[in-house]
């Protein structure tokens, strides 16, 4: 059974920097790729980033490409999201996802088959 968990998550003044961290069991994230979402109240929940199987390739949404990294420690099974120069509007829910196809690294959200329980992110103006 795969198992996801969200730490790193706080408040922090804007323009300031987070680490959000995702540990996984039950999957190797060196075979699977893995993906970050947010959701803020009233809002449906958005892709930020994924990261391909073993790390070769990552995505970003268009919102975040620049000031968010996304990477992986095969090592220790564990999945980062670097947050820099962070805005009011990065506030959300943060949530790590496994896709149900361990090739997939969209956008969808419907793609993922296992989320973790999420960490808030909240970003003072």
């Known amino acids: 059974q795969v198992q996801l968990e969200e730490t790193g998550g706080g408040l922090v003044p804007a323009g300031g920097s987070l680490r959000l961290s995702c540990a996984a069991s039950?999957?190797?994230?060196?075979?699977?790729?893995m993906g970050w979402f947010r959701q803020a109240p009233g809002k449906e929940r958005q892709f930020v980033a994924a990261i391909t199987a073993g790390g070769s390739g990552d995505y970003y949404d268009a919102s975040v490409k620049g000031r968010f990294t996304i990477s992986g420690d095969n090592a220790r099974n564990m999945i980062y999201l670097e947050m820099n120069s962070l805005k009011p509007e990065d506030k959300a829910v943060y949530f790590c996802a496994a896709p149900d196809a361990y090739c997939y690294a969209g956008a969808s959200a419907g793609g993922y088959a296992v989320w973790g329980p999420g960490t808030q992110v909240t970003v003072s103006s």
């Open positions: 039950g999957r190797s994230i060196s075979t699977s790729a």
